[in-house]
């Protein structure tokens, strides 16, 4: 009954709303007709102003940096939620195998993938490094960046097994890449103040247009913010990882290691 | 010729999103997402946006999956395990 | 043509909500959600795209060609990683809400009262 008064509700606000949304619809300039004039005016003015040549990654790090401060808090806070609570649940005692489910065979793994595994992690993180690296002179940057040295990293467990894995990957090493990151950011926002300019001012010299290094404190925010990304990604998947490890006190009957 | 392509590419991007929506199975539901990741992408570079397409291939056709299926596996585990 | 992309952009977020709404299983609601999330995206980089305009990139074309708006790739740049991070959160208290009361189906748990 309740699902049917669910429906019910859900079919009589859909058309209560269709109206409104078609007004709406109806409003909206048509399509690839409308220039935005703040849009035009960073295309026309940061250039030069800037010394960079990708206009979003000045926009994100430099023009509206104490919006994607706001991001990154997101980020750190999403971040500490997720572990707190799984990790709060669980405990810290878990062994590095994971918890067999019944009826399920135990596949193992062929050389082949431990290989092309370990290629493409490589691949992977140095192309990571090299898109948060481009970032403001081509389609690129921290954020893009930083997610691809995570999936990397991720790669790295797909040939290595669960133990190996930990190893290489340790928690401690990411929890502080991704705080140094933030803190970074806070930083380029915090030190302008304190020198008596505005927040988030450019306070670095700004270099040669179309140049790798240019842009002033955009590079030092990119760099930070691809560190806490990938960091916070990694760290994510590590936790939800660590549910399906079995605890350290039990032992099954014939359980290997 | 521009046209055709982003009518196209919007269309199949309204498919994909019912696609994810009607797999009940979460199991299957991963897969729908990575085509909806994907389909995204595409959308997105025929809009002149590509940074926010390889924002969203990484994102959304591989961590989010991944994260579906890490999250159905901690699950299955905590229903072996009471 | 003109109104196709808002038409999308209503439609995917319908879709989600019907989806959040009717769904029987925690995770296939966190993956509906996501269809809402990628409505907006739709619609803020159609709001900015103007025909016959590049991308904001002005690497290979000299500053001055005509581009698209950079201010809403920024939006939603940023919004599409932190998106996903909030959907690893809420996964989290999926799983959470499964150690504590054995179902993940929404319609079968209950909000909690006293001396439940």
């Known amino acids: 009954m309740r699902t049917r008064f669910r429906a019910a509700a859900l079919t009589a606000s859909a058309a209560a709303l269709f109206p409104a949304a078609w007004a709406v619809i109806a409003a909206m300039p048509p399509f690839g007709e409308h220039v935005s004039p703040y849009g035009a005016a960073v295309n026309a003015v940061v250039p030069a102003a800037r010394h960079v040549s990708n206009m979003v990654a000045a926009v994100n790090f430099d023009l509206r940096g104490l919006d994607t401060l706001g991001e990154e808090s997101m980020l750190l806070c999403a971040v500490t939620g997720t572990v707190v609570l799984l990790r709060g649940a669980r405990g810290e005692g878990t062994s590095g195998s994971a918890v067999r489910l019944p009826g399920r065979a135990v596949a193992q793994r062929s050389d082949a993938t431990i290989l092309v595994c370990r290629f493409a992690a490589t691949l992977l993180f140095f192309f990571g490094v090299y898109v948060a690296l481009h970032g403001l002179v081509t389609p690129g940057g921290g954020f893009q960046g930083g997610v691809i040295i995570a999936s990397g990293l991720l790669l790295l467990y797909l040939g290595e097994g669960y133990a190996h894995w930990r190893s290489i990957v340790r928690g401690r090493i990411l929890s502080f890449l991704e705080g140094a990151g933030a803190l970074l950011f806070v930083l380029v926002g915090a030190i302008p103040l304190a020198l008596g300019k505005a927040a988030f001012r450019n306070i670095l010299p700004l270099g040669t247009f179309r140049d790798l290094y240019a842009g002033g404190t955009m590079v030092v925010v990119n760099a930070a913010v691809a560190c806490a990304v990938a960091g916070g990604f990694t760290l994510i998947l590590l936790e939800f990882m660590e549910e399906t490890r079995a605890p350290e006190t039990e032992r099954e009957p014939g359980e290997g290691g | ?69 890490v999250a159905l596996a901690a699950v299955a585990v905590a229903r072996v395990r009471e | 043509m003109s109104v196709l992309p808002w038409c999308v952009a209503a439609w995917l977020f319908a879709v989600g909500i019907y989806g959040i709404a009717t769904s029987r299983h925690y995770v296939h609601l966190v993956g509906c959600l996501s269809v809402c999330q990628s409505a907006t ?76």
């Not at chain 3, 060609?65 to 790739?73: E, I, K, L, M, N």
């Not at chain 3, 996903?84 to 929404?106: N, Y």
Request: aromatic fraction near 6%; include cysteine; hydrophobic fraction near 60%.
């Open chain 2, 1 to 69: 010729m521009m046209i055709w392509l982003t009518g196209i590419m919007l269309v199949i991007a309204a498919a994909a999103g019912l696609l994810v929506v009607l797999s009940r199975d979460p199991k299957r539901q991963i897969f729908a997402l990575c085509a909806n990741g994907l389909v995204l992408s595409l959308l997105f570079f025929a809009l002149q946006a590509p940074d926010v397409a390889l924002s969203e291939i990484v994102v959304g056709a591989v961590v989010v999956p991944l994260l579906f299926l």
């Open chain 3, 41 to 116: 995206y739709v619609l803020l980089l159609a709001v900015g795209f103007h025909w016959h305009a590049g991308p904001p990139i002005f690497y290979d074309h000299p500053p001055g060609t005509p581009a698209v708006d950079p201010v809403v790739q920024a939006l939603v740049l940023t919004d599409i990683v932190i998106g996903a991070t909030v959907t690893a959160l809420l996964l989290a208290i999926v799983v959470q809400a499964h150690k504590l009361s054995g179902s993940v189906d929404p319609q079968r748990l209950r909000p909690l009262r006293p001396n439940a």
